[in-house]
């Protein structure tokens, strides 16, 4: 069974650029959220796709955005970097049907904002 | 709105002792609650989760956790530490949209 991965490991930006990180689901997940981790801090929820759809929102602005493609992976999408974007940036996936819905994490991606 | 109180951000104990980290939740519908370890540069890796039905639940490396409804509380435990355990530990409360709600965390360290 392959587990959450993600690309890519370490990114530095500098404050304005745009970022893409991506996301592989676990094999049979279904659905991804999208968490941001901050140093010295909880993971804070983003957002999470379903069915290539936004279904879940935190309190980040806009210019977060994300994708869901057809194989389940997705894409998350920072406009505008801010300084306090650096992060751990966290993916998770599960499959909605199971009761439980237990998210499994991948490794993350470190991202710093110059 | 759910929320998640982790009591200690830092817990320090002796090889061979008693490992307790607290946790402390607010729900207003039945919790589904869970914990996560975190080792340095890495993801989270899931330890255990409370649902439904037996309120102590047993987790991976020898961990367990025991829901107490009257309190609140899903304190986690492991009678005998690990220089392997020293990490970062959260609790993490789900809401009906499958969104996690987590704690600050906590961090173990295991003197030898």
């Known amino acids: 069974e392959t587990g959450v991965t993600q690309s890519p490991t370490h990114l530095i930006k500098t404050r304005g650029q745009q970022v893409t990180l991506r996301c592989s689901s676990q094999?049979?997940?279904?659905?991804v959220s999208w968490y941001q981790q901050a140093l010295g801090q909880g993971p804070q929820f983003i957002f999470q796709?379903?069915?290539?759809?936004?279904?879940g929102r935190g309190n980040f602005p806009p210019r977060f955005s994300g994708l869901q493609f057809p194989n389940y992976s997705s894409e998350l999408n920072v406009n505008a970097l801010e300084l306090d974007d650096s992060a751990l940036y966290l993916c998770?996936?599960?499959?909605?049907?199971?009761?439980?819905?237990?998210?499994?994490f991948g490794p993350g991606t470190r991202l710093l904002v110059l | 709105a759910q929320s998640v109180t982790q009591l200690g951000s830092h817990v320090s104990v002796s090889e061979g002792a008693l490992v307790l980290l607290r946790c402390n939740y607010s729900?207003?519908?039945?919790?589904?609650l869970f914990w996560y370890v975190q080792y340095p540069n890495q993801g989270l890796q899931l330890l255990l989760k409370?649902?439904?039905?037996?309120?102590l639940v047993k987790g991976i490396n020898g961990f367990e956790a025991e829901f107490k409804k009257s309190e609140t509380s899903f304190h986690l435990t492991k009678p005998s530490a690990h220089m392997s355990d020293a990490a970062e530990y959260f609790c993490?409360?789900?809401?009906?949209?499958?969104?996690?709600?987590f704690g600050g965390g906590t961090r173990l360290m295991v003197k030898p």
């Open positions: 998770a996936s599960s499959k909605v049907g199971q009761v439980e819905e237990t998210q499994y």
């Open positions: 094999s049979g997940h279904n659905t």
């Open positions: 796709y379903y069915r290539e759809e936004e279904n």
């Open positions: 729900s207003s519908v039945p919790p589904y």
């Open positions: 409370y649902t439904t039905g037996a309120t």
């Open positions: 993490a409360v789900r809401n009906a949209g499958n969104m996690l709600t």
